[in-house]
């Protein structure tokens, strides 16, 4: 058995899996109030999370 070594230029392009949506599209979307839910767990502030100096005070 040997191995053949092929180059990724070779390859054909795997399409993305996911329909992605234009950046200005969710820039407008977001400006409009409209966030998606993933990015609203990260920016959102949670009760139970220290704050940053609270954290650094402790070490």
């Not at 191995?3 to 795997?14: E, F, G, H, N």
């Not at 993305?16 to 993933?38: C, D, E, K, S, V």
Request: avoid cysteine; aromatic fraction near 2%; charge should be positive.
């Amino acid at each position: 058995m040997t191995t053949t070594l092929v180059s990724a230029a070779a390859q054909p392009a795997a399409a993305p899996q996911t329909r992605r949506i234009p950046l200005a599209n969710r820039a407008a979307a977001q400006h409009a109030g409209r966030i998606p839910a993933a990015l609203d767990r990260i920016t959102t502030a949670a009760d139970n999370v220290p704050s940053a100096s609270a954290f650094q005070s402790s070490l």
